[in-house]
């Protein structure tokens, strides 16, 4: 059974450091893409970034320029750090990652449970 296992979050003083890891737990799957979104209350979810298998980056313009993503592929997980936080990065964040299971043609799209970030002094 696939589960995305979230890690991070909390509260961030504004101008601080934000890290998240995800890891995707299970087998008999390749990894398309990973990524985290983020939901603020009474906004849609919207993308924070992502990361392709072959290191191919979608950066939201929110956060770039102060954030990094990375992938170990070999440990099937993702990190992501934003610095120099905001008070309007607060928001519940999301890991998303989209996998192909072996033998199937077409890729299942699977949620972490979420985080919470509060950036707040």
């Known amino acids: 059974q696939v589960q995305l296992v979230e890690s991070g979050g909390g509260l961030v003083q504004p101008g601080g450091s934000l890290r998240l890891s995800c890891e995707v737990s299970?087998?008999?799957?390749?990894?398309?893409?990973m990524g985290w979104y983020r939901q603020a209350p009474g906004k849609q979810r919207e993308l924070v970034a992502s990361?392709?298998?072959?290191?191919?980056?979608n950066i939201a313009d929110s956060v770039k320029g102060r954030n990094s993503i990375s992938r170990d592929t070999a440990k099937d997980t993702m990190d992501l750090q934003i610095n120099r936080m905001k008070p309007e990065d607060t928001a519940v964040y999301y890991c998303?990652?989209?996998?192909?299971?072996?033998?199937?043609?077409?890729?299942?799209?699977?949620w972490g449970q979420g985080t919470q970030v509060t950036v707040s002094s």
């Open positions: 299970g087998s008999g799957f390749n990894i398309n893409v």
């Open positions: 990361i392709t298998s072959d290191g191919r980056r």
């Open positions: 998303n990652a989209e996998l192909t299971m072996w033998g199937e043609p077409r890729g299942r799209v699977y």
